[in-house]
């Protein structure tokens, strides 16, 4: 069983709209990270939080540290940000443990 | 410019030859990490090092191979002796700042073995 899980696993969304991807992890982690994949393989550390709320222009991330849970939402969608988002929980030295990944198309 | 770097981004080799992957960075990171990424799943860690000539096996790490005799290089061996090769390999670095460590990952190498 993976102890890191997202949902949804493939989301769709119109241009403009509010998008929320979810992660639940089982381990105790010093941090939580998010992640992008674009097409061509490549992955950009988008955050990595270990309590509170990020903000970075419209992509904004949550953590709940007591319900081990935590949430990527993009606000204002555009088709640029059509890509795999992963999380990822560190539970010692930077060993991550990888959710399976939530491909999100935005269309025009 | 600071980065990762990974090459070649496309490799091809027969059953039974051991392959080398490169990973060098200049962020003059500490840690260094290996991990595989096969469709439709997670990535899995293979091997990662937090210093120069030290590194520890990750969750998949039969049939592969590290070194890491420099802190820039963290070179990953694919022998004969793994059996399903095929895959996309991704390289990473991590600085460390209050338990935390921000992964920074290389272009990756796309492996297919026939």
């Known amino acids: 069983k993976n102890e890191v899980e997202q949902s949804p696993q493939n989301l769709t969304a119109q241009e403009g709209e509010f998008i929320t991807i979810n992660c639940s992890y089982s381990v105790g982690i010093s941090a939580l990270h998010w992640l992008q994949q674009h097409p061509g393989g490549g992955i950009v550390s988008l955050f990595m939080?270990?309590?509170g709320k990020k903000k970075h222009g419209r992509l904004i991330a949550t953590i709940n540290i007591q319900e081990k849970h935590s949430s990527l939402h993009i606000t204002a969608s555009h088709p640029r940000d059509s890509a795999v988002y992963i999380c990822?929980?560190?539970?010692?030295?930077?060993?991550?443990?990888f959710g399976a990944g939530t491909q999100v198309v935005v269309t025009p | 410019d600071g980065g990762i770097t990974q090459s070649p981004k496309y490799l091809f080799r027969k059953e039974g030859q051991n392959v080398t992957l490169s990973c060098e960075q200049n962020?003059?990171?500490?840690?260094m990490y290996w991990y595989r990424q096969d469709p439709g799943q997670g990535l899995r860690l293979i091997y990662y090092?937090?210093?120069?000539?030290?590194?520890q096996k990750g969750d998949i790490a039969e049939g592969y191979s590290v070194s890491r005799e420099k802190k820039e290089s963290f070179p990953l061996t694919v022998t004969s002796a793994q059996k399903n090769p095929t895959a996309f390999y991704l390289c990473?670095?991590?600085?460390?700042?209050?338990?935390?460590?921000?992964?920074?990952f290389g272009p990756g190498t796309r492996l297919t073995v026939t």
């Open positions: 939080l270990s309590s």
């Open positions: 990822a929980a560190d539970d010692s030295w930077g060993k991550l443990q």
């Open positions: 990473a670095s991590s600085t460390r700042g209050d338990r935390q460590y921000e992964q920074y």
């Open positions: 962020l003059n990171h500490d840690a």
């Open positions: 090092s937090q210093i120069v000539n030290d590194f």
